[in-house]
C-alpha cells in the first residue's frame, strides 16, 4: 500500500463516529469485546491479553453536532465531555462493555461518575494512576491498582488473563511503541516525508484496531513514506504541546504545516507512546508495566513533577532531539492541566532561549485563518530572527 | 466597607475572628520567632500533623478567601494574567499568584513570608497539583506531596489506605522532621487528634440543628464560619474545642427561643424556604448573595461546600488509636474526593434528611472539581426527590463573574417555582 491508501484508510476509520471497525471486528467473532477509554494513558496490554479490543474515544471531534451533551454541563468547561455524552446517548458506542477514564483531570474523572450513573449497565471504572514515583510506594500501589483492573477486565471480558497471554501482548505493544517512535524520529529527521496530519490519523486509527493490525499498517506507511518523493520546503521546525487529552480538529494540524511549520514533536494521542522504554517482557508482568510506568513514562501535565529542577525537562530534552526551532502551546479552551502547566514550561522554553506562542482551540474549531496567520507569523519570525 | 460597623456579630464570631488574627500574626512574625510554616490545602488538610512539629499553618485557599472578601482579587487575578495565565483556569491559583506580584501582603497589613515547605496535599483536586508546582516554581522551597486516590467506586481501597500511609511514613514525616528539627512524636498527634474529635462531634451537632423547624443556622452562608476552625489552622487544638462550645450555647439558645440564624443584618425571622446548596459560594460578593436568600425567606439548611474539609456528618472521626490511618481515611474520604453517584446518594439524603424543598447548585466557573457534572446531579436528585433545583453560574474569586443581576433573578424565579410546586401538592390533595 502507498502512503495515500493508508492515510485514506486510517483517516476513515478516525472520522467514523459510529465505529463501524470496532464495531466489525466485535461482529466478526462471537464473544469478542470492546473496551472503551479515554486519554490519556490507560495500559492497552491488558485489554488486549483479555482478547478484547481497546478503543480510544477522544471526543466526538469536529463532524458531530453536540445537541444532548450541552445540557449536561455548565458553560465554562471544555468541549470533549460534551461530545463524549452525545456519543453516549446518541447509542454510538451501545457496543462498548467497559469505559475505562483515565486520571487527566477532574472533568474526565467526574465523567466516570456521569457514565456509570447514565449507562448503568456498561461496566464504568476510573483509573487512577500514581503521581508517587517511588518504586516501593507508588509502584507498589499502582501494581495493586492493575491487579484489580484486570480482575474487571477478567470479569467483563468472562476471559481470565494468563502472565503468557500478558507477556505476548506486552510483546506487541513494545513493538507498537518501537514503529510509533521510529515514525517520530523519521519525522524529525524529515518531516516533509512524513506530514503531521498524516501521522496524526495513522495514530488515531490505531488505537481503533487491534494492534496487530496497525503494528503492519505502521511498517507499510514507513516503507511507503520513505520512498516517496516529497518536496523539502524552507519551513521552520517546531514542536507542538498542549493537546493530549481533547484533540484539535484535523483542518487545524493542517493549518499549522500550511502555514509554514514542519510539527517536528507533538503530544496528541499520547497514549500510544506514553511509555518511553520497552516494558520487560521476562518476570511479574504487572510489576513490569508498572514500574515503566513509575520510571519511563512521558512527562505531561496530568503527571506531577517530583523534583522542580525536572519540570518541563522532557519537553525541552524532545525540542532539541528533534532540533524544533520553536514551541506552539495549543491548548483545548478550559484545558485546566495544559493551561496550568503552560506558564511553568513557557519559563523553561524561554530560559534556553526556545521562542514560543500560544493560542487555545476546540475540538471543534472551525474558523482556521486565524491559527494560520499565528502560526505563519511564527515561523517567519523563526526564520528571520534565529 | 462601611456596612461592617453595623454587621452583627455573635461572641463565637468574635473568638474565631480573634484566633485568625492571631493565627496571620504568628505567621507574618515567623521570621522573628523562628517558628516553620508549611502551606497546604483545606480538602486533606493535615494540620495535627503539621503543629505536631512546630510548624504553622498556611492555607492559599483561605487567604485567596479573604482577600476576595475584601475585593481584592480582581486585581491579583488581572495581575497573574498578565503574567500569562490563562482566563480560563482555577482563580483561587491566580489570585494567590496575582497576590505575590502585588507583595503579597497578608489580612493584617503584614507581607507573607516565605514557606518552609509546601505540603502538597492532593485531595480531591487537580488543580492542587499544579498550583503547587507554580508555588514550588515562586518560592523555591522544599515540596512533599500526598497522592490522595480518587474513590472512582464510590468507596476507598485498604490499597489506597497504604498508600497514602506510606507517603506519610516515609515521605511527609521525614520531610517535616527535617525542615522542623523536631523529631516525630506519635503521641503528641494522638493528643491532638483526640481533640479534633471533640470538635468534629460539636461541629457536627451545629450542622445537624438545620434539621429544626426554625433552623437556628444558615447551613452554607452561616456554616462557612462554623467549619473555620476545624478546617483551617486549629483542627486538634483546644482553641478549637472552646469556640465550638460557646457555638454550640448560641445555637442552643437559639433553638430554645424558636430564632433563626443570625444574619449580617440580625436574626432572619421568616423562613419560607429550606434549600440544600451544591457547590462553593462567591466571596467576592458574599454579603450580597447571602441576602439574596434572607431577603426572600431562605435559609440554606444543608450544603456540599460545608464537607469539602471533611464529610465529619458522615461519621468520620479522627482516631487517636490509630493516628496515620485515620489521616489517610480523613484525606480519601473529603466531598471532592467521592464519586458522582455519592455526591448525588448526599445530596438526596439531605433534602429528605432536613425537610429540603430543593436544590441549588451554585455552579463555580474555574472550578472542575465541584462544577463537571452538577447538572446531571441536579437532575439526577430531582428524579429522586422530586423536589425542585436550579442552577446559578459565579465563580470563587473573580469579581468579573458574578453578575448580581442574573443570579438574583434566578433565585427570585427558583423560589417562585417552590411556591407553585407547594400549591400544586395542595391542590392536588
Redesign the interface.
Known sequence: MGTQEIVTKCQTIYEDLNFTYAREWKAAKAGRKVIGFMPVYVPMELIHAANALPLGIMGGGDQMEVIHGD???????CRI?RSTIELGVTGRLDFVDMML?P?V???I??????W???FPNVVS????T???F?E???G??YI??LQ?LKEAIEETTGTKITDEALRNSIKLYNENRKLIWGLYDARAKEPWKFPTWELYVIMRAGIMMPVEEHNQLLKDYAAAAHQEDRPKRDNSRIALNGSFCEQPPLNLIKSIEMAGCYIVEDDYVLVNRFLTEDVPVDGDPLANLALTYIKHSVET??K???K?ED?GKFLVNRIKQCAAEGVIFA?P?????A??????L??RVTENSIPSISF?YAENSGQMQPIREQAGTFADSIKLWN | MSADKNVIKEESMIIQKAMISRNYDAITSKLETGQKMASTFVPGNLNELVRCFGMLNNLPEINAIQAGMRKLTGGYIMEAEKGGHSEDVCTYVKADIGQLGKGNIAPNGKPYPDPDVLLLSYTGCYTFMKWFELLREQYKCPTVMIHVPYQGDGHWTMNMRDYIVKQLKEEVIPTFERISGVKFDIDRLREMMALSAKAEDDLVWVIETAKHKPSPIDAYFGAVYYVGPIFSAFRGTQEAVDYYKVLKKEIQYRIDNKMGPITPEGEMKEQKYRIVVEGPPNWTNFREFWKMFYDEGAVVVASSYSKVGGTYDMGFRHDPANPLESLAEYCLGCYTNRNLPTRVEILEKYINDYEADGLLTNSIKSCNSFSAGQLMMMREVEKRTGKPGAFIETDLVDPRYFSAANVKNRLESYFQMIEQKRRGVKSAA
Do not use: W
Open positions: 445540557a449536561y454541563y455548565q458553560s465554562y468547561i465531555p477514564f486520571f483531570c477532574d472533568v474523572r467526574n465523567l466516570s461518575g456521569i456509570k450513573m447514565m471504572r476510573f483509573f487512577d500514581p503521581q508517587n517511588e516501593k510506594i507508588g507498589t500501589y495493586h491498582e484489580e501535565a496530568c506531577y513533577v517530583p522542580e519540570k491548548a479552551s478550559f484545558c485546566d492541566p493551561l496550568l502547566d503552560r506558564p511553568m513557557s519559563h487555545k
